[in-house]
């Protein structure tokens, strides 16, 4: 565990380096074990991190009457603020947070204990609190496996479930498929490589990405962007959970990680021929008017979705474009949140007009859209989105109110945003 965390999670700068890690155990004798074993063991790595231990009570351990406070030095109140704090990186528990501990820097969860019902649900769960530089979580877990924790997921949610182990020998395949493309050389990646782990600003590593872009623009058609791109983010989304279990010690894949993590949010998307043109400035937006035809109820299907392994061997696709007639659209909005204003006409040209034309203005979201991803760019996107709404609140009073209160409304405002203005 400790060797995890120093190689694989600190190492690897996850959080930017601020990345916590719990220790869930079966009991208090074992958590206190496993304090004294890995603070002996930090000590004798040399490491400059220590522990904290939670449990609830007295217990008697080696012949002595002990507490947290008495092996933490701390206060029992005081946990939850000195695990934020350097050099405590290790939260080690017997049932004490592993049910409504909301910490941001958790990442990384070692699991030594049966987990069966909510207690599984509730004790994973707690690494799902967001933090800005938090991109993914791991749990290593010692006494489970998939069916139990698949069982006790499935009592208490619909759920996505993995239905298939991720195959780490897919990797072999994937690369000579990119290599293939020449859309960069080895010396490129070598290059960007050197410059990166020299601690190069920014402006010396985009030039060579820049080059490499231009290669994939100009010599490969509209079916070869979207394979290589496809294909590079599966390489990425591969290697990247693999190497976060398995010692790899192959740098040629360590380091075309690093160049596809730079290259893949420049690569511009295929371009392709808007066919909502034009459509808004044909037709009178004045003559649509609210009508209610009906109150119904929708119910989403009470089963379990599967999703495959990582799929490292597929590369991307081009969807087809699904046109729908406008007034299909403005009749879908009018049905669901029509009545709730009483000139509909006058929001529905705010959302589909104003709003998407402020948003696009938006310096933050204009930078996400060319130099970054679709998740980032939509964080900035919905971020424009609410600063654009804030500024119309006192002219569109109505609007502004359901926009703030009313969580359906906001939420399909900004995914009709979103498609407005993302491509």
Not at 257 to 283: H, M, R, T, Y
Request: overall charge negative; glycine content about 4%.
């Amino acid at each position: 565990m400790v060797d995890h965390f120093h190689e694989q999670v600190i190492a690897l700068k996850k959080i930017d380096r601020q990345a916590r890690a719990m220790v869930v155990t079966s009991g208090i004798e074992r958590a206190i074990q496993y304090y004294h074993a890995i603070s002996n063991y930090l000590v004798e790595r040399k490491s400059s991190y220590q522990t904290i231990v939670a449990f609830s009570g007295e217990h008697e351990y080696s012949g002595v009457k002990v507490t947290e406070a008495s092996l933490n030095g701390f206060p029992s109140s005081k946990i939850e603020d000195k695990i934020k704090e350097d050099p405590y990186r290790f939260l080690i528990c017997a049932d004490k947070f592993q049910t409504g501990y909301d910490e941001p820097l958790l990442h990384t969860m070692y699991v030594d204990k049966v987990l069966t019902g909510i207690k599984a649900v509730q004790t994973l769960s707690r690494l799902n609190r967001a933090h800005p530089q938090k991109h993914d979580v791991f749990v290593l877990d010692f006494m489970n496996d998939t069916v139990t924790i698949q069982a006790a997921f499935s009592d208490y949610y619909r759920t996505t479930i993995l239905s298939d182990e991720t195959d780490p020998n897919k990797l072999h395949d994937l690369k000579p498929d990119l290599d293939s493309y020449q859309v960069y050389a080895p010396e490129d990646i070598e290059q960007l490589v050197d410059l990166y782990l020299g601690g190069a600003d920014r402006d010396k590593l985009d030039p060579i990405l820049d080059t490499c872009v231009a290669v994939y623009k100009n010599q490969l058609d509209e079916d070869g962007q979207v394979d290589f791109k496809g294909k590079a983010k599966a390489f990425n989304r591969t290697y990247g959970f693999l190497a976060s279990v398995l010692p790899y010690t192959d740098a040629g894949w360590e380091k075309l990680s690093i160049f596809l993590n730079f290259l893949v949010p420049k690569l511009p998307a295929p371009i392709e021929e808007d066919l909502s043109k034009g459509i808004l400035e044909a037709i009178d937006m004045d003559s649509y008017r609210v009508e209610k035809q009906a109150v119904v109820k929708i119910q989403l299907p009470d089963s379990d979705a599967e999703i495959e392994p990582i799929p490292a061997s597929c590369g991307g696709f081009k969807p087809e474009p699904e046109l729908e007639r406008l007034s299909t659209i403005l009749k879908g909005f009018n049905d669901q949140f029509g009545t709730l204003f009483t000139d509909a006409d006058r929001v529905i040209r705010l959302i589909t007009e104003e709003l998407p034309a402020a948003v696009l203005a938006d310096i933050a979201y204009q930078n996400a859209r060319k130099n970054s991803d679709k998740q980032n760019a939509r964080i900035e996107h919905d971020k424009a989105a609410r600063r654009a709404a804030i500024a119309r609140m006192s002219v569109e009073t109505e609007f502004f109110k359901q926009f703030s209160d009313n969580e359906s409304f906001r939420r399909a405002v900004l995914d009709t945003l979103f498609s407005l203005t993302y491509s």
